[in-house]
Structure formats: structure tokens, C-alpha cells
Nanobody, 123 residues
Framework: VQLQASGGGLVQAGGSLRLSCAAP????????MGWFRQAPGEEREFVAA????????YYLDFVKGRFTISSDNAKNTVYLQMNSLKLEDTAVYYC?????????????????WGRGTQVTVSS
């Protein structure tokens, strides 16, 4: 399974970015999708996820109200819209997919990872 994440970059605090994660050949309607991030010296942490069936969304408390996860099943793509970015949001962001859980808030041994995309928020 290949997950292709894109959309990272350098943005000033308060700005916005939209990350995309394409899953060619993968049916997102039966996969739980999530976004995670890892800052330098920190462990990878959960950011946002979408339930594969009913589309319920889940977020890290720190990003609630600022980030939105969404999907376009026709394009097999999941997005992470990030608004009001803060310095603390600087990290490498990873998309992930898993067919073994209803919502991907914690990785399992069945989790597939995309290549990370760097998000840098400057002051």
C-alpha cells in the first residue's frame, strides 16, 4: 500500500496549509485514515482521524477548532486542513491507513504509513 502525502511547507504563524494524502488503489471507504505528526525530539503523536464508516472525526485537543480532516473517496484522498497554525505545530506530518480498526487514533501493527511531509511554522 502506498500513501502519498503532500502539501507541507513553510508558513507564518496564523497561516494555513492543506495536506493531502492519496492512496492509489486503496478504497478509503473501508479504511480508517489518520494523521500523525512528529516534532524533533518528540514521539509521534496522533493529530486527526476519521471513522471509516460514519465519517466521525477525532482530533488532538490542541488542534481542535483549527484542523479539519476530510476525505474524497472518489479520489482516494484524505485531507488535513490546518488553519491558525502555531509554532508548536511544526513537525513532520504522516498520513496513515488501517483496515483493522474503526478509527485510527493509535497505530496498530496493521497500520500503513505514508512518507512524511514537513510543516514548519515560523514567527
Amino acid at each position: 500500500v502506498q500513501l502519498q502525502a503532500s502539501g507541507g511547507g513553510l508558513v507564518q504563524a496564523g497561516g494555513s496549509l492543506r495536506l493531502s494524502c492519496a492512496a492509489p488503489g486503496r478504497t478509503l471507504s473501508t479504511s480508517s485514515m489518520g494523521w500523525f505528526r512528529q516534532a524533533p525530539g518528540e514521539e509521534r503523536e496522533f493529530v486527526a482521524a476519521m471513522h471509516w464508516n460514519d465519517g466521525t472525526t477525532y482530533y488532538l485537543d490542541f488542534v481542535k477548532g483549527r484542523f479539519t480532516i476530510s476525505s474524497d473517496n472518489a479520489k482516494n484522498t484524505v485531507y488535513l486542513q490546518m488553519n491558525s497554525l502555531k509554532l508548536e505545530d511544526t513537525a513532520v506530518y504522516y498520513c496513515a491507513a488501517d483496515n483493522s480498526v474503526g478509527v485510527l487514533t493509535s497505530p496498530t501493527r496493521n497500520t500503513y504509513w505514508g512518507r512524511g511531509t514537513q510543516v514548519t511554522v515560523s514567527s
